[in-house]
């Protein structure tokens, strides 16, 4: 059964299926913070969280939390000859800082320190290698020498020896070089914007074994880890993500489906190619559209969808396509529905139950998330914008409960997660208000004036509970009329006449606590009076 | 949709959703203009739209602004098991533990070795470890004939993962031993820099040489890979210089794999440390030889980049904790406890706990104590006298640290089993372990899962 990681205010908390939490213990000195929200990945059962915590923090099944990535060593170890041993020659020393876990295995190690002075010339002598430094970093546990072999060029090092814990600063070793271990030192290791809290990793996604990242800093390049690791980071790992210093944002987004995945900036869609190091590159995927917040990136059934500057935009194997031009455009082409200027800040979910993609946007004239749209995967239509009067979400997503059963959420402000309560209609003791729209109605002849006679309309049948119907009739810009009561206990009920008018439009709203309500369908009959010369 | 009749008939609310790009004049029936809190329903209800449902509270308490979260899809809670293996005339093969406190006997997985299956005069009573990495405990088993007897079989090793258990290996013979002649048993298997290691005891040569072997096991494919020569007095063996003298503990530091050795002969010929870099050296580096009445290196740790060995003593030589410098390379007296009796003494359990060292210290009948060591370079104290917690006098046992606790297996002299435990900062007797184990015979190692 599942867990969660919650960034929540300033801490980080383990949830569990049944929604007790405890916050976790945070290496000393790390912070999670109120200014940036965290960002997560998950990667050979661990959990990195980036973005939202002072420094990059990998969580492993156990709850724990470690730095991601160690600060490497800042001085180089020395080497002096001693004792009597079998080493002859000059040599070099490096090393890194480590952590193991229970059962020793090395689990996180930094970049190296700076290479060592070249040693004095050993003769028949073993080393003592000191000023090896201690990591300021609690969880580090061991520090890993490295050295060339004798009469080396000076750039292959091998694994030397492990220096265990995070107290003494030398050690005495002899060890010939037919004893080094046959593979060099790691060229994978490094250390990525947040190691330290003069940067951040702005968002993270697991593709490929790999991790793949934008840095706070270094925005116009695509960072992504060695192979299956947390913690290396080489910096020759960086693909540019054209056009470099094109615009303030950089990489603005990553979408992982399938074997692909794509980079966008505000603008265009770059698709990442390859499989390994010497070959990573990027190819232009679209042009002219791009992510404008990488929280709205979503992959259901191989599809990814995202949140572009004029609309949604959905990536699968057709391409890049619009899933706004034909219905809902204006909703992200005017200012009459949304905070555009907020855009960067929406997020979005998948509903497993309904298979929907709901984008979280602030209203017209708002600066907090306060709106949601809903995308029907299956019928591609749109309903919507969707509020609620009981919280501010602040996140989106799905957990699974005790049973396992997969639950739609919605994170909040307040500090609560909210699930979807079917049959239930009621937000927190608050009304859901209900209110539809339809067309304006003109019987195919819309210059004609018409006698819209007494509508049927059919609704689900419910304990109780009234819908209000508004009919408009008239021109376009038709007030509306005084409202019709349609009992929900009923079936069917047939209203009143309408009017006279060229259109009819009828407006459907229920506003009522813990009361459902479905609207099954209406007739209008009506007959033409004729065609009105001015 | 024209309607010659003259009757709008609009039932495909739930259809065609919002639709603001077309003029309200040519928007299809079913189309929308808004539809707020709306949602489509499949649920005998595809062409209907209805009020959303309702969004109730998920968790009991507050979190502060949530601003993200992630569904882990790992186990919510991971279980600790700690298990305890014993031997006795009952069917019960191990007693368990969830949470330190209450203990169950349980007959599954089969039984480790038992201790009478350990050869030798000297440490035979003495919980040898159990190797745990990755969900699973792997460990010697107790379902073979050993050897001498007729029919005697190979040891095997098997392993458990809380449901399923089964058969990994079995110790091949040495053959510094004979052909024919199967390895007696497995004396000590742990868990190190990522690998389990194992020593085994394979008999006398006919030289009467102990002999005995180290070897790691790859759990992926279920093979024991042999690490340096053999200990014994055939070609290519590690000669360690004295007949009596074989492989019995492990530990881990610098990179290398430490081996203390063990005088089973009942003679008081000084125990040797050695080392060896796994799938590096090809033989095994000698790096102490203890003092002369000292028999025995029963455990090792390592503590803040120093390696520890707890070492037995017989006469009336005080046994001791030796610590290798990291300058010099040198080992050194850390700890030693004068001893009452001219018995055995010894110093077992190493384990950093609270990045403190901790050892038990027992000499039979006469000393039963928990010491401890708070920063290398100080003096050991004493942290618990056990004869006064549990009034008696016994043998203490292996070490293991679970959570937030150290634990200490303790046999007493009378046959009655226990386990103490360290938990926020107080020692106390696991009364529940005693009530259990009553009816088995002895603890022979414990693990935890």
């Given at each position: 059964m599942s867990f969660y990681l919650v960034h929540g205010g300033t801490s980080l908390y383990k949830m569990n299926p049944d929604g007790t939490s405890s916050a976790i213990a945070l290496p000393t000195g790390v912070t999670m913070l109120s200014t940036r929200p965290a960002r997560m990945a998950i990667l050979g059962r661990s959990v990195v969280v980036v973005n939202g915590s002072s420094i990059n923090l990998a969580v492993d099944a156990f709850g724990v939390a470690r730095p991601m990535s160690l600060v490497p060593p800042a001085t180089p170890p020395i080497l002096a000859a001693t004792g009597a041993g079998t080493l002859n020659g000059k040599f070099l020393a490096k090393y890194t800082f480590g952590i193991k876990n229970e059962y020793g295995k090395l689990i996180s190690e930094s970049a190296f320190s700076p290479v060592s002075v070249e040693s004095a010339t050993l003769v028949n002598q073993i080393f003592r290698a000191y000023n090896v430094q201690n990591s300021p970093q609690s969880q580090v546990n061991v520090r890993r020498l490295y050295r060339t072999t004798s009469g080396a060029d000076g750039t292959a090092f091998f694994p030397w020896v492990d220096i265990e814990g995070n107290t003494i600063h030398e050690v005495l070793d002899g060890l010939p070089d037919a004893g080094l271990d046959a593979v060099a030192a790691r060229t994978d290791l490094g250390s990525p914007p947040g190691t330290s809290t003069d940067s951040y990793l702005e968002f993270i996604v697991e593709w490929k074994g790999r991790l793949w990242a934008k840095g706070s800093r270094d925005i116009d390049n695509l960072l992504f880890s060695s192979d299956g690791t947390l913690y290396g980071w080489p910096a020759a790992n960086a693909i540019p993500v054209k056009p470099v210093g094109g615009d303030q944002y950089g990489c603005t987004g990553l979408i992982r489906r399938r074997d692909e995945m794509a980079c966008g900036r505000r603008d265009m869609l770059w698709k990442v190619l390859g499989s390994n190091e010497t070959d990573f590159r990027l190819v232009t995927l679209v042009e002219g559209t791009g992510i404008v917040s990488h929280d709205t990136v979503k992959v259901y059934r191989d599809i990814g969808r995202f949140l572009a500057e004029d609309g949604v935009y959905q990536w699968g194997p057709a391409g890049v396509e619009s899933l706004v031009d034909e219905d809902v455009a204006p909703w992200f082409t005017t200012d009459d529905f949304f905070n555009r200027s907020q855009f960067p800040n929406a997020f979005a979910r998948i509903n497993p139950n309904d298979v929907t993609y709901d984008l979280f946007l602030a209203s017209a004239g708002q600066t907090t998330i306060d709106r949601w749209i809903s995308y029907d995967i299956r019928s591609k239509k749109w309903l919507g914008p969707h509020k609620t009067a009981a919280f501010t979400p602040s996140d989106g997503g799905m957990i699974r409960d005790t049973n396992d059963v997969r639950l739609a959420i919605i994170a909040a402000s307040d500090g609560y997660f909210y699930k979807q309560t079917p049959g239930v209609y009621t937000d927190l003791a608050s009304a859901i208000d209900l209110d539809i729209t339809g067309k304006a109605h003109s019987g195919d002849d819309p210059d004609t004036e018409h006698v819209w006679k007494r509508p049927t309309v059919y609704t689900g049948v419910e304990a109780a509970g009234t819908l209000s119907i508004t009919p408009s009739v008239g021109l376009l810009t038709a007030a509306e009329q005084s409202a019709i009561s349609h009992d929900l206990t009923k079936e069917r009920r047939v209203h009143r006449r309408l009017g006279v008018g060229r259109l009819a439009k009828l407006r459907f709203r229920n506003n009522e606590n813990n009361q459902g309500c479905t609207i099954l369908g209406y007739e209008i009959p009506f007959h033409p009076l004729g065609r009105r010369n001015r | 949709?024209?309607?010659?009749?003259?009757?709008?008939?609009?039932?495909?609310?739930?259809?065609?959703?919002?639709?603001?790009?077309?003029?309200?004049?040519?928007?299809?029936?079913?189309?929308?203009?808004?539809?707020?809190n709306a949602e489509f329903f499949r649920n005998r209800g595809r062409g209907g739209i209805r009020k959303r449902s309702g969004l109730a509270r998920f968790n009991a308490s507050a979190l502060g602004v949530i601003y993200r979260f992630l569904n882990i899809p790992l186990p919510a809670t991971v279980t600790t098991t700690i298990l305890a293996a014993v031997e006795g005339t009952g069917v019960e093969t191990w007693v368990i533990s969830t949470n330190g406190t209450s203990w169950a006997e349980a007959t599954a997985p089969v039984r480790p070795s038992r201790a009478?299956?350990?050869?030798?005069?000297?440490?035979?009573?003495?919980?040898?470890?159990?190797?745990?990495?990755?969900?699973?405990?792997?460990?010697?088993?107790d379902d073979f004939t050993q050897y001498p007897a007729a029919n005697h079989q190979a040891p095997p090793i098997r392993?458990?993962?809380?449901?399923?258990?089964?058969?990994?290996?079995?110790?091949?013979?040495?053959?510094?031993?004979?052909?024919?002649?199967?390895?007696?048993?497995?004396?000590?298997?742990?868990?190190?820099?990522?690998?389990?290691?194992?020593?085994?005891?394979?008999?006398?040569?006919?030289?009467?040489?102990?002999?005995?072997?180290?070897?790691n096991l790859d759990v992926r494919t279920g093979t024991l890979n042999q690490i340096g020569p053999s200990f014994g007095d055939g070609a290519g063996d590690t000669n360690p210089g004295d007949v009596s003298l074989r492989p019995f503990s492990i530990g881990w530091a610098l990179g290398r794999l430490w081996l203390g050795m063990m005088n089973d002969s009942g003679s008081l010929v000084a125990a040797k440390i050695y080392s060896i870099r796994p799938g590096i050296d090809a033989a095994w580096t000698l790096e102490a030889t203890l003092a002369a009445n000292e028999p025995i290196v029963v455990s090792f740790a390592e503590y803040r980049g120093q390696m520890y060995a707890g070492c037995g003593a017989g006469a009336l030589i005080g046994p001791r904790i030796y610590v290798r410098a990291a300058a010099s390379g040198a080992w050194a007296q850390s700890d030693q406890t004068a001893k009452v009796n001219s018995t055995y003494g010894f110093y077992v359990?190493?384990?950093?706990?609270?990045?403190?060292?901790?050892?038990?210290?027992?000499?039979?009948?006469?000393?039963?104590?928990?010491?401890?060591?708070?920063?290398?370079?100080?003096?050991?104290?004493?942290?618990?006298?056990?004869?006064?917690?549990?009034?008696?006098?016994?043998?203490?046992?292996?070490?293991?640290?679970?959570?937030?606790?150290?634990?200490?297996?303790?046999?007493?002299?009378?046959?009655?089993?226990?386990?103490?435990?360290?938990?926020?900062?107080?020692?106390?007797?696991?009364?529940?372990?005693?009530?259990?184990?009553?009816?088995?015979?002895?603890?022979?190692?414990?693990?935890?899962?």
């Open positions: - | 949709m024209a309607n010659p009749k003259g009757k709008i008939a609009c039932f495909g609310l739930g259809e065609k959703g919002v639709n603001l790009v077309k003029s309200p004049l040519h928007l299809d029936d079913g189309e929308l203009t808004s539809a707020q009478t299956k350990h050869v030798g005069v000297n440490f035979t009573g003495v919980a040898r470890k159990i190797a745990s990495l990755d969900g699973r405990i792997y460990y010697p088993a392993f458990y993962d809380g449901s399923s258990q089964g058969e990994v290996c079995q110790v091949p013979n040495n053959p510094s031993v004979g052909d024919t002649t199967n390895a007696y048993n497995v004396e000590c298997m742990q868990t190190l820099n990522g690998t389990i290691y194992l020593t085994t005891y394979d008999g006398l040569s006919a030289g009467a040489q102990q002999c005995g072997r180290v070897f359990g190493l384990v950093v706990y609270n990045d403190e060292l901790y050892a038990g210290y027992f000499e039979t009948g006469a000393k039963f104590i928990i010491r401890k060591l708070s920063a290398p370079g100080g003096a050991w104290a004493t942290d618990r006298d056990l004869n006064t917690l549990l009034g008696l006098f016994g043998s203490v046992g292996d070490s293991i640290v679970v959570g937030s606790a150290v634990y200490y297996v303790v046999m007493s002299g009378s046959g009655s089993y226990g386990v103490v435990r360290k938990n926020a900062g107080a020692w106390a007797a696991v009364a529940d372990f005693v009530t259990v184990i009553g009816s088995a015979n002895g603890v022979i190692g414990y693990t935890v899962l």
